[in-house]
């Protein structure tokens, strides 16, 4: 009976089904992405500018911060990211 009941669900498990009609939802993952990664790019940031002020190196530590400040931007505020995918989608014909 244990057995039966395995193989029945074993059976239902590996019976195809049909495919999403609407294809992969991406719908709130920019809004994942940000919510995930934001902690660990802060904690990023922070640990090394805090080495480059300690070693002294000003001019590592500037750009360090240019750069950071670039990325924070292009992740951080709306739409960015999707504006950007759409641009790129167009230029390589995808639509």
Do not use: H
């Amino acid at each position: 009976m244990v057995l039966n009941i395995i193989v029945e669900n074993a059976l239902a498990l590996v019976t195809p089904t049909a495919p999403p009609t609407g294809g992969v939802n991406t719908e709130g993952l920019a809004d994942f992405l940000r919510r995930f990664f934001a902690p660990l790019f802060l904690v990023v940031v922070s640990v090394v500018a805090i080495f480059f002020l300690f070693t002294r190196e000003i001019t590592r530590f500037v750009q360090f911060i240019i750069l950071a400040v670039a990325i924070g931007v292009i992740f951080y505020v709306p739409n960015v990211i999707e504006v950007t995918a759409k641009a790129i989608a167009g230029a390589l014909g995808i639509k």
